[in-house]
Structure formats: C-alpha cells, structure tokens
C-alpha cells in the first residue's frame, strides 16, 4: 500500500545531542513537508522540498536542517542549536503545487530531557 | 500570512450544528480542510479552489467565498466522531516556490 512513514514514533535524547527523524513517502510525490507541532497549537512549517535536491526553509526552520537526496526521502535533523526541540513532528507529502492533497505521516514525538 | 481560523473551540452535543470559519486579509490560492484526533496524523476532508466553490462529505460541507478570502466549514447533525481538531491550510507562493501553510486550529468536543 502506498503511504507515507515517520520513524520511530517516539524519541527520547539528551540536550545537546543531534538527532534525525525518518520520513519516507512512496505515493510518488514530489513535494514534501516537516511541521512542528507543540500541544494546542497549529501546525507550523519548518522545511519544504518541490523536487529532489533543492529545499526551502519554512516559518521556524533555525535549529533544524533536511536534505532531500532522494524522492522519497526527506529526513529532518533536529540540531543542538535548537532551544526548544521537544515537540510533536509530522512530515507531509502532495504531488505538487499547494492545490494538492497532503498526505501525513502518523508523527514523531521527540522529547528531549 | 497564515490563515485565521475561528473559533478557537466549540463544544456541541451530539446533533447540533457548528461553522469554522478560516479567513486571510489577502486571496487564497486555495483552502485545503483537515482533521486531526489527539496524537494522530491529520486527515484529508477536502480542497476548494474556486472562489464560490461549495463542496460536500456526508455530512461535513465547506464553502470558499467568491473573493477567495474566507473559507466556511459546516457540520451538520454533528457526531460524536467529528471530535477533534481543525486546520485549514492553504497554498501559498514565495519566492518561486508554494508551500502549505495552516491555520492555529479549532478544536471541536462533540458530546453524548
């Protein structure tokens, strides 16, 4: 089936470490979203990708970094530098321009302690 | 930038009616309606893309206005099933680039 998978679920690390949460899509999408969401709040967009190698910081993309080397791929790093990274993260991917369905992953809640 | 959505929160019973509205001080490329239970992914309703667009879901129908600037979602009969919360997103053009933006939320409580 096709879809759109997070991993892990759940993440625990220590302040001042770096970590990497998986988002792979084979629905054959082009364009490609992390949102951070923290609890009763919206979603908020840290990053976006139309096509393979090229990427766009969105509203909160300081403390965070992506690569996007594959098409279906679109992993998000969460640096040291982020002040506040214990959040709710979702990835998102659509066929393309913003008129298009968005199809979620089921998230990553990463806490760090 | 990001669209405005209220209200903040509704709590029905099961049955009554309630409106989301989205709105944006500039025409919207689009509305995108989703829906999000506690610690889940949010799911897909639907995409307006025309202004005077009106679209139904079973019981859940959204309206775009014709200028494009504000966006309606209606529940009707509510259930309790259509708890939880609300975006609207939208598609916005920067720098070449479009990109999907949401709304704060509306967090709907439908009780027995």
Known sequence: ?113 | QQPVQSPQAVILREGEDAVINCSSSKALYSVHWYRQKHGEAPVFLMILLKGGEQKGHEKISASFNEKKQQSSLYLTASQLSYSGTYFCGTGLFSGGYNKLIFGAGTRLAVHP
């Open chain 1, 1 to 113: 089936d096709g879809g759109i998978t997070q991993s892990p679920k759940y993440l625990f690390r220590k302040e001042g470490q770096n970590v990497t949460l998986s988002c792979e899509q084979n629905l054959n999408h082009d364009a490609m979203y992390w949102y951070r969401q923290d609890p009763g709040q919206g979603l908020r967009l840290i990053y976006y990708s139309q096509i393979v190698n090229d990427f766009q910081k969105g509203d909160i993309a300081e403390g965070y970094s992506v690569s996007r080397e594959k098409k279906e791929s679109f992993p998000l790093t969460v640096t040291s530098a982020q002040k506040n990274p214990t959040a709710f993260y979702l990835c998102a991917s659509s066929k393309g321009q913003g008129a298009n369905e968005a199809f979620f992953g089921q998230g990553t809640r990463l806490t760090v302690v």
